[in-house]
């Protein structure tokens, strides 16, 4: 006597609708699994020896120019584009590139690390932390962080060109300050009158370049 096989009306086995059930749950974990790897975030170092801060800052009679350093500083990337980070200025490490006299530069120096600006023995660190990165056109990112000088924090916003490649991220972009929020006034023709030829333009500017490596 022959045992008929009942079959499903897709035609097949009760035995084959399982296997076929188990290979699909299989199918789905393994592609969620996938998804989830693309999607974590990873951790970028900044590279101190190749990333640079370069400052402008700008007066009735002229400007003055020069870098300060990075003490440290990480990217977060998800999805393969920036989404947050943070950084540390070494403020003593700021040094000025256009005066030629040693005994000028020094005196420049010594004036900016005074509290008339930027008060170096009691603030030796500004940090920068990204709040928010948006896609402008390209690798051409907008983003919006705090800035904090002088244990101010104020938000900034600038944009940026990102590149990452492989294990190796970096951005180029311009930050424009208002030194004001931060309490350095000295110089400034909007708290002052009658300063002539000696106002300090308030604003002052931040050309970096971050390169960092996959952590």
């Not at 974990?29 to 190749?50: I, P, Q």
């Not at 020069?66 to 584009?81: D, H, L, R, W």
């Not at 603030?123 to 919006?144: I, R």
């Amino acid at each position: 006597m022959k045992c008929k096989v009942l079959k499903s009306k897709n035609g097949m086995t009760k035995s084959q609708n399982l296997s076929y059930l188990k290979l699909s749950v299989l199918a789905m974990v393994m592609l969620l699994s996938g998804f989830k790897m693309e999607s974590k975030a990873a951790d970028y170092v900044l590279d101190k020896t190749t990333s640079t801060v370069k400052w402008v800052a700008k007066k009735v009679t002229g400007q003055h120019n020069g870098s300060i350093s990075f003490e440290s500083g990480a990217v977060t990337v998800t999805k393969n584009a920036i989404s947050g980070g943070s950084f540390v200025i070494n403020m003593k490490t700021i040094v000025d590139e256009d005066i030629t006299n040693e005994e000028m530069k020094k005196k420049l120096l010594g004036h900016l690390a005074s509290d008339d600006f930027f008060s170096i023995e009691k603030f030796a660190e500004s940090n920068l932390v990204v709040k928010k990165v948006t896609s402008v056109s390209g690798d051409d990112y907008h983003f919006v962080a705090d800035l904090t000088i002088k244990g101010i924090t104020n938000p900034v916003e600038f944009n940026a060109n990102v590149s990452i490649k492989g294990d190796q991220l970096s951005a180029k972009g311009l930050i424009t300050v208002n030194r004001t929020k931060y309490g350095i006034k000295y110089g400034s023709g909007s708290f002052f009158q009658g300063l002539g030829d000696k106002v300090i333009y308030d604003d002052f500017t931040l050309e970096f370049i971050v390169v960092a490596k996959k952590n």
